[in-house]
């Protein structure tokens, strides 16, 4: 149990911020939300199950299938020359992403085949039947792999440069370079990848798929079954979580299924086991960042030069615009006066790394806050004013590295608040005197920022629709292209209907997003589902409140500005008329009430040709401070406290905003303390199951969790009530545990020398460092 657990926010009377309850919170604790694996099985329905590759690199020579067909139960093989249409599911046009392998597999677990069965068990049993003669091909596994043998890229590599960052580094008083490796992360959501397809009239399919992005799996499904997207449509009520790994990865499933229900003409499950999942689907790209920065003694950078190099697997799925990311976040909260940044998307025989909760962003900021921690023991300063001393200005210091203006900076203003409120200062003296006399046991202590972009840098991605009805017992429905995956959108679109009718929760119903009634949507990512869905219902809203106005003005012959809707009723001169009355009057005099919305972010763009741009709306601040304490004979870790500040601007839900930042932080933690991916040398990933990879569990909790929201600090912006995204931002948070153990490290070496962390920093890793920086200190001395 948390022995001290706070989360603090600002209400604001009247306005948009209230703590509604999870709009599927009681279905989620009785468990009767539905998921795809929920939905009640047709009598009829057949499973697929597929058959993938045992083989980093190779040519298939030859494949047997007689085996796999003659099973009992087993009902049809699907392979590549079934396919109806277009072998083909790369989300980006890249033509090198085939939905079934055909004359040769790129990576271990690639899909060749798959089994259709009238049972699950048989298409399981099937699956692993099928004889395969391969001719291995030289494999590409790692990032110093594909150095060393001159590897391919997936896209193009990006370059940023702003100033001359080699004069800077030559002129600098004091320079370093170093280098740090940051790994992947699964997503591990609960719900596996899933799909039920069922087939129609004249071609027609219905697909509920556990999907981020109904519109491409629609367009994907399609494509496979060589027919226009007005006969396929996607549906998706909610997710058993998501975090990235079902933007472009749940496309697979969806169109196994949909084409087995096309070849069958029945309906079609196809859910992954988990560790097939883990085996076939793409991760959080692992890096390895090279920087070389140069200072001056008080700890003021001059110029900055990062290359970003990233495992991005067999496909360039959505590598570019990740690894762009990176670069976009290698500033973090911090002003580089001189820059140059470049990516580097190499291309390796395993998974095809794919969108995961930060995008990229957290492996940038992880080489920014690397280099503030170098500088920090290079000069003999706290980390903390080394990271005060560089934050963006306002006024100036506030050109990006692709020349956006920063015109909100609040970071220095955040790190001093928390910093105040936690004590930090005081409590860094204490853990000092601390580790000078614990012989086994040292703790440590850090602060670190976050400055997050909020948009698609895919410009055209920062789009939305949304479709409202008011039934004449005014009662209202709700539906948008976006999906639920636990992080309570949904929930959040129906407070704007509640806010802007004067309605109460059960008068506002939300539906499943589907491409039948919202066409064209983004995909639920990029922290930006609520900015950009809630101004598309405020935008379908407010056409039938223009129509409901002008009615009711002409009707009780009264001004237009005398006609408000609250929650009592709709106020019409000095009369208040009940809601439900005043849409009755308004359809008998055949006034519409339904309308459809539609949403674009303004002032943004952005030239990947040039490397500059505005391709962020706004940015999303914050900081945290984590206490670690480590075990140096064993090299275990654990929090001890953790205090966030974040800025979530004007708070549309701010219970379930704090839900997100203690979610994304924990996330983040395990990903950079625990979770590590690990591949053997004929490229099989061998960390593939619960077994065998270790997520967070809620003993791993800090038992002093504070969360506080930034008060007084709407967006500047004209997002939905001036909220700010809470998605993906609170990720990076977990840096800060990160830190304080390279903190309590550092202590061997009496804080003279930089640990240079990597991670995950696992028990091995720590005992790795914690022995060179012993050998370090020796030779330091002789």
């Known amino acids: 149990m948390l022995k001290n657990h706070k989360s603090e926010q600002k209400i604001v009377p009247g306005g948009a911020t209230q703590s509604l309850k999870h709009e599927s919170g009681r279905l989620h604790v009785s468990g009767k939300a539905t998921y795809i694996d929920d939905i009640p099985t047709p009598a009829n329905v057949v499973h697929v199950v597929p058959g993938l590759s045992t083989k980093a690199h190779a040519r298939i020579v030859s494949i047997d299938l007689e085996h796999v067909k003659n099973f009992p139960g087993v009902l049809y093989v699907l392979t590549a020359q079934d396919v109806l249409g277009e072998n083909q599911i790369s989300p980006v046009g890249a033509g090198d992403e085939p939905l079934l392998a055909k004359d040769e597999v790129f990576y271990y677990g690639q899909p060749i085949f798959a089994v259709v069965a009238e049972t699950r068990l048989a ?147 196809c859910r992954l086991d988990r560790d097939d999942d883990m085996i076939m689907t793409g991760k959080r790209h692992d890096f390895v960042i090279d920087y070389n920065v140069g200072f001056d003694a008080q700890g003021h950078i001059q110029g900055v030069d990062m290359l970003l190099a990233a495992r991005c697997g067999w496909s360039a799925d959505l590598s570019g615009p990740v690894t762009d990311r990176a670069l976009f976040h290698a500033d973090n909260a911090y002003y580089y006066p001189d820059v140059r940044l470049r990516s580097e998307p190499f291309r390796t025989n395993t998974q095809s790394n794919t969108a995961f909760r930060g995008f990229g962003g957290p492996q940038g900021i992880a080489a920014a806050e690397r280099v503030v921690e170098e500088i920090a023991f290079a000069t003999g300063l706290d980390p903390l004013d080394v990271r005060l001393r560089n934050t963006y200005g306002t006024l100036d210091r506030n050109i990006t590295p692709y020349f956006m203006t920063v015109e909100d900076s609040i970071s220095r203003e955040i790190m001093e608040q928390l910093a105040e409120e936690c004590d930090y200062r005081k409590r860094r003296k204490e853990i000092h005197a601390f580790n000078h006399t614990s012989k086994y046991i040292r703790r440590g202590i850090a602060l670190t920022p976050v400055k997050f972009g909020i948009s698609f840098t895919a410009t055209h991605f920062n789009q939305a629709g949304a479709l409202v009805h008011v039934y004449t017992d005014g009662s209202v429905q709700v539906n948008h292209g976006g999906t639920e995956m636990g992080q309570g959108l949904h929930t959040k679109m129906v407070q704007i209907a509640m806010r802007e009718f004067g309605l109460p929760e059960n008068r506002v119903r939300i539906t499943a997003t589907t491409t039948g009634k919202v066409p064209n949507t983004s995909a639920t990512a990029a922290s930006s589902g609520a900015d950009l869905n809630g101004m598309a219902v405020l935008d379908a809203i407010s056409k039938i409140k223009g129509r409901l106005i002008s009615f009711a003005a002409t009707h009780w012959q009264v001004p237009e500005s005398a006609v408000h809707f609250g929650s009592n009723g709709v106020q019409v001169g000095e009369s208040c008329i009940p809601f439900v009355d005043v849409v009755k009057a308004a359809y008998m005099a055949r006034v519409s009430l339904s309308s459809s919305g539609f949403y674009k972010t303004p002032k943004i763009s952005w030239d990947p040709k040039t490397g500059r741009g505005r391709p962020f709306y706004y940015f999303a601040y914050g900081a945290a401070c984590a206490e670690v304490a480590v075990d140096l004979l064993t090299g275990e870790n654990r929090m001890e406290r953790v205090d966030i500040l974040h800025d979530a601007g004007q708070s549309l839900n701010p219970v379930l905003d704090i839900g997100q930042i203690e979610g994304g932080f924990i996330q983040g933690a395990g990903w950079l303390t625990m979770e590590e991916l690990v591949w053997d040398q004929t490229g099989r990933l061998r960390t593939h199951a619960p077994s065998t990879y270790k997520i967070p569990a809620c003993s791993d909790r800090p038992p002093i969790f504070n969360v506080k929201l930034l008060e007084n600090s709407p967006n500047r912006e004209e997002t939905i009530f001036r909220s700010k995204a809470v998605g993906e931002p609170p990720f990076v948070h977990g840096l800060a545990v990160l830190h304080a153990i390279s903190d309590a490290i550092a202590s061997i070496a009496d804080y003279r020398i930089c640990p240079q962390l990597d991670a995950p920093a696992t028990p091995e890793q720590i005992l790795r460092t914690v022995e060179r920086l012993k050998k370090q200190k020796d030779m330091s001395h002789e």
């Open 123 to 269: 298409a399981r049993k099937a699956a692993r039947l099928a004889k395969i003669v391969y001719e291995d091909l030289p494999a590409v596994l790692s990032i110093e792999d594909a150095r060393q043998k001159g590897g391919s890229m997936v896209c193009r590599p990006l370059e940023m440069v702003r100033g001359n960052a080699e004069n800077a580094l030559e002129k600098a008083p004091k320079r370093l370079a170093g280098r740090i490796t940051v790994g992947g992360q699964e997503q591990f959501y609960l719900e596996g990848q899933a799909a039920l397809a069922t087939p129609g009239e004249e071609g027609e399919i219905r697909v509920c798929s556990s999907t981020q992005h109904p519109t491409e799996t629609q367009h994907m499904v399609a494509h496979v079954l060589n027919r226009p997207s007005n006969l396929v449509t996607v549906e998706v009520r909610r997710m058993g979580g998501g975090f990235g790994g079902k933007e472009t990865q749940a496309n697979a499933p969806a169109c196994l299924a949909a084409l087995a229900a096309e070849i069958t003409q029945r309906p079609a499950k």
